[in-house]
């Protein structure tokens, strides 16, 4: 099947919306609601959490020592798979133990839209002579923060954790069917369109520098990102508010800059998100 761009970057944002927005931030919005009716208690919490990000990084570190695409490009697959299940099964059992075990896995499958999507998509698109930008892409975290908040603020009142937990897991299904289609393959080894320039490799200096930059933002995000609904609802100002409603603080981080940048860049079809996203970040 021959794909176009707008194909490629959807599938791309797509997967992000369910691996990362759905199958791993989900539980941010769902955490005090999950305290309130499925007695998880303020320590197992912040384990589930911890756990997510161990199989994160056990995925990436998986992924880094795949060269071969075709396996990249299978375990990417494999990601969509858990990221669905994953979501589904929270809403199955009450056993800690399973929870774990879900919220391990589903930190593995983010690393497929997030690492290997990104590196699919990047390659595709040199091959096809087009510019490399992944801005647009990245795009699909912030889209899965805003679907996840409003999700569980639309359903608080109406059901309860376990079936939010399931109707997430179907509202997956919805971003796992273009994120599978449309994802390009790698080209065959030794095919003319395999053949792309050779990039030469930053320098050691660069990558130690990098990875410490790295570490330090994924340190100092982790916390907020996690616990940022359950710490905003213990303000007076908020607790009022349905939960999920201190997920939209998120966007407190993003400029306007990039939201002009975003809107200019995004096709047709994904200006409303834009749109949507800008003015609710300004309305906070």
Not at 140 to 153: D, H, K, P, Q
């Amino acid at each position: 099947m021959k794909l176009e761009r707008w194909q490629v970057i959807a599938a791309g944002i797509c997967s992000l919306i369910l691996t990362v927005g759905l199958a791993r931030f989900s539980y941010t919005p769902l955490l005090p609601i999950m305290r309130e009716q499925a007695g998880l208690s303020a320590f197992d919490g912040g384990w589930l959490a911890t756990v997510n990000y161990i199989g994160y990084i056990s995925g990436a570190l998986l992924a880094s020592t795949l060269s071969n695409l075709n396996y990249k490009y299978l375990l990417y697959r494999f990601g969509l798979i858990v990221a669905v299940l994953s979501t589904i099964g929270m809403g199955l059992t009450t056993d800690v133990n399973l929870w774990v075990f879900l919220r391990f896995i589903s930190g593995v499958s983010s690393t497929a839209g997030m690492l290997i999507a990104s590196g699919l998509i990047m390659n595709w698109l040199a091959r096809q002579n087009l510019k490399t930008e992944l801005g647009l892409h990245f795009a699909g975290a912030g889209m899965g923060l805003v679907l996840s908040g409003i999700a569980v603020m639309a359903m608080v009142d109406h059901l309860a954790w376990d079936e939010q937990w399931w109707v997430l897991g179907v509202v997956g299904v919805l971003f796992f069917v273009p994120a599978w289609i449309w994802m390009p393959k790698p080209a065959k080894a030794g095919s003319d369109e395999a053949q792309v320039a050779d990039v030469p490799p930053p320098s050691a200096k660069w990558m130690r520098l990098m990875l410490g930059a790295y570490f330090c933002a994924g340190f100092g995000y982790v916390i907020s990102a996690t616990f940022i609904v359950a710490i905003a609802e213990t303000l007076p100002e908020l607790q009022a508010k349905a939960p999920g409603c201190g997920w939209w603080l998120v966007w407190l981080r993003f400029p306007p800059r990039l939201c002009g940048t975003a809107w200019r860049a995004s096709p047709a079809f994904l200006k409303p998100w834009c749109w949507l996203t800008c003015c609710k970040s300004s309305q906070l």
